[in-house]
């Protein structure tokens, strides 16, 4: 993908100032009064780089760990000498990291200790997580409408089955998913296995996650949450890791970045700004082949990279800047073009874990799928119909209204299908997530996906006016699984369907299988 002379500009030291495109602080009538001063906001790296605290369980036993996670309000200081109220898990924004090993399960108690309602928002506090990238029985999955309210307990359990990857958990309560991530409910979930362990690809302080997402600010430091009449919430500061434009010393040698775009609706176009090339490794399932290089990474919402940025080649005391050239139907800002930097600040205490081998995984299972005659083809339009959002015409408020019996899909467990994806609007992308299952990208308007999107992947960024296939076999689980936007306001509004996998009536109730209980919880 080449670089354009508008990109090139954005990437200068004064690129956001001498690029003409139409930027406005004022994000709506409603909020345009409150919201902070452009004068109050810290300087794009002043703040120092962190990454969010490990989980550890309360306790393991021969087979299993066990955590346990309260929902509940904290404070944070986001933007130096503000106060601001985040909704997170056990009350940090965003929550701490899981690390998991393949073939040993997980049980995560989720206690819900959020107010009865937003005191702002007025929405009712029910929750349901989803471990996005997990092959989760139905009942374990964040169905949206298997809820847990304030003064409940849900105990989820993850068999960390899969490859090695980058997952992430988040809310996906129904209806007000964008309102709970955007105040914080949403984390990072980090898999291995002994292949990934093995590579000689940056491991342990060298593997650094990258929690990506955009924000607002009140002149108080409170969060403003402004869903633009349902199409798309957009902030004017971008966090990593819940830090505003952070600067990380680096050393001189390779790092490896875990990337999530948590952003509610912010799509973003990756680029460095001397040009450099990253090296994409993996995707949302795993590890790719082999890995792809490229100059610029455009990264919808609820995906996942891991690419290699080697610091060898600067000098100490040089500054890399991460920065942001944007999608179309983003929002931009004066400040949105800004993302982080990287400060080369020391010769490489450690080598180990330095190189990028020419293969990677070759066991990712959706790569070896091809399009063979007689592979069922199945179709989803995308379109915003009479202010709802919708797939073939039809919400999840049907799925409601049906008993949560009404499918869009009936593959059996094991079949192996084409699923085309249609976005015939030229006002918004949509990043579509298939639960359950790892799929391959075909083509996009019948070309060749990007390289970097060559490996197994769970989200597909469907941008304006395009057909995106994909292909999946599905398994391992039978039962009753969603597919939606990841725009999470396209999704609460009502842009969210359901498959199933085997007939009626196969697999656990996602809903009724194990429902969440009332507090006080019995010792885990």
């Known amino acids: 993908m080449g670089l354009s002379r508008r990109d090139m500009l954005k990437l200068g030291a004064f690129g956001a100032a001498a690029v003409a495109l139409p930027l406005e602080r004022a994000a709506s009538a409603k909020s345009a009064t409150d919201r902070i001063a452009a004068s109050k906001l810290p300087k794009p790296y002043t703040v120092p780089f962190a990454v969010p605290p490990v989980l550890e369980p309360v306790r393991k036993d021969a087979t299993t760990d066990f955590y346990s996670v309260t929902m509940r309000p904290g404070q944070a200081e986001i933007l130096p000498g503000y106060q601001t109220e985040v909704w997170g898990y056990d009350g940090i924004a ?61 105990d989820y359990r993850y068999p960390n089955n899969q490859n090695a990857r980058t997952l992430w958990y988040h809310d996906h309560g129904v209806h007000h998913t964008a309102e709970n991530a955007y105040l914080g409910l949403a984390a990072m979930y980090v898999l291995t296995d002994p292949l990934e362990q093995s590579l000689p690809i940056p491991h342990g302080r060298y593997d ?230 790892d799929f391959q990208v075909l083509d996009r308007n019948g070309n060749p996906p990007f390289a970097y999107e060559r490996g197994p992947k769970d989200v597909v960024y469907v941008g304006e006016n395009e057909t995106v296939r994909v292909i999946t076999t599905f398994g391992p689980n039978l039962g009753r699984y969603m597919i939606h936007c990841h725009n999470l306001v396209h999704e609460d509004h009502d842009m969210m369907a359901q498959f199933r996998v085997g007939p009626p009536g196969a697999g656990p109730d996602p809903r009724l299988a194990a429902p969440a209980l009332l507090l006080p919880a019995p010792p885990l």
């Open 94 to 154: 965003p929550g701490p990291t899981v690390r998991a090993t393949r073939g040993r399960p997980i049980v995560m108690r989720q206690i819900n200790g959020l107010p009865a309602r937003h005191p702002v928002l007025g929405f009712d506090a029910w929750t349901s997580v989803h471990l996005h990238g997990s092959a989760s029985l139905p009942q374990y999955d964040g169905y949206a409408s298997d809820i847990t309210s304030p003064g409940q307990y849900k």
């Open 208 to 437: 650094v996650p990258l929690v990506m997402r955009d924000a607002m600010f009140s002149s108080t430091g409170a969060l403003i949450f402004d869903d633009n009449s349902h199409s798309g919430v957009y902030g004017d500061v971008i966090l990593v890791n819940g830090r505003p434009w952070p600067a990380m010393k680096v050393e001189r040698r390779k790092y490896r970045f875990r990337i999530l775009n948590a952003a509610i609706s912010r799509g973003f176009r990756w680029a460095l700004s001397t040009g450099d090339d990253f090296v994409v490794i993996g995707t949302d399932g795993g590890l790719m082949r082999a890995p792809q290089r490229t100059r610029e990474l455009r990264h919808g919402m609820a995906e996942r990279y891991e690419v290699i940025i080697d610091f060898s080649k600067y000098k100490i005391g040089e500054r890399v800047l991460l920065k942001n050239l944007g999608v179309k139907n983003s929002r931009d800002f004066e400040t949105t073009f800004d993302v982080m930097a990287f400060d080369v600040a020391a010769e490489p205490t450690s080598l180990e874990g330095n190189a990028i081998p020419d293969v990677l995984n070759p066991d990712a299972a959706a790569m070896d799928l091809s399009p063979a005659p007689g592979i069922k083809t199945r179709k989803f339009e995308f379109v915003r119909k009479n202010g709802q959002w919708t797939i073939n015409g039809i919400t999840w408020q049907d799925v409601i209204d049906s008993g949560y019996e009404l499918v869009w899909a009936d593959p059996g467990l094991g079949d192996t299908e084409i699923w085309e994806f249609k976005n015939t609007s030229g006002g918004w992308f949509h990043p579509v997530h298939i639960h359950l299952v």
